[in-house]
């Protein structure tokens, strides 16, 4: 059975705390005017061309809501129902904490704050910090991280850094939103491996 090691417990601690820590940073940002070094990277992505929207539109599902009861099960079904729960309340959690906190700092999306912005799909709401998306990847990553192999996680670190740019390839989100979404996903992963207590791997659970 899996054991909580001090390293483990350290890692999360420190992942809570970072998280937290970014996230009020870049919020305090964001709230500010807008900076060029933000649009250049914004646009570096934004304005790639339309023939990559299909694979990056993949990718970027990983941060959708949608994703959190489809990896749960997922979890089900390979008999890990602690790691199932996990995904479940980490990935949820991230979700409402960002919708939540978007009416605090109440930042609009890249097409209310710049001009010339390519907009690819419809969005739901007119706010944009943090990212829902960046918050739920992120957030089912660090969950994930402790009981899965190293090929599995070189996977979800590829999508987790895909789910962020392709939020600013679809022209819903600047960078600062990204960056707050990660931090929000952080914490709120860290929160729950340090709730859950179990950071090693579950082979033997059933």
Same mark, same amino acid.
């Given at each position: ?7 483990? !417990?350290? *890692?999360?601690? @420190?992942?809570? %705390?970072? =998280? ?6 870049? &919020?305090?940002? #964001?709230? /500010? ?46 008999? !890990?129902? *602690?790691?199932? @729960?996990?995904? %479940?309340? =980490? ?6 904490? &960002?919708?939540? #906190?978007? /009416? ?48 599995? *996680? ?6 987790? =850094? ?9 022209? #819903? ?34």
């Amino acid at each position: 059975m899996g054991t909580v090691t001090p390293g483990s !417990r350290g *890692r999360d601690l @420190a992942g809570l %705390a970072i =998280g937290l820590g970014i996230l009020a940073g870049s &919020a305090v940002l #964001a709230r /500010r005017a807008r900076s060029a070094t933000e649009i250049d990277l914004f646009r570096s992505a934004n304005t790639l061309p339309n023939q990559a929207f299909p694979p990056i539109w993949a990718a970027m599902q990983y941060g959708t809501f949608g994703a959190v009861p489809v990896l749960s099960a997922v979890a089900v079904v390979a008999r !890990r129902p *602690r790691l199932a @729960a996990a995904i %479940a309340v =980490g990935g949820t959690a991230a979700w409402v904490t &960002a919708k939540a #906190a978007k /009416r605090v700092v109440a930042r609009g999306r890249p097409a209310s704050i710049i001009g010339e912005v390519q907009q690819r799909g419809a969005e739901e709401g007119d706010q944009g910090f943090p990212s829902g998306h960046a918050a739920v990847s992120t957030a089912m990553t660090v969950v994930m991280w402790p009981e899965i192999s190293p090929t599995s *996680r070189l996977t979800l670190t590829a999508l987790t =850094g895909l789910v962020p740019f392709g939020r600013m390839y679809v022209g #819903a989100h600047l960078p600062l939103d990204l960056v707050g979404g990660s931090a929000l996903g952080l914490a709120l992963g860290s929160a729950v491996n340090l709730v859950r207590g179990r950071n090693a791997p579950l082979a033997d659970e059933t």
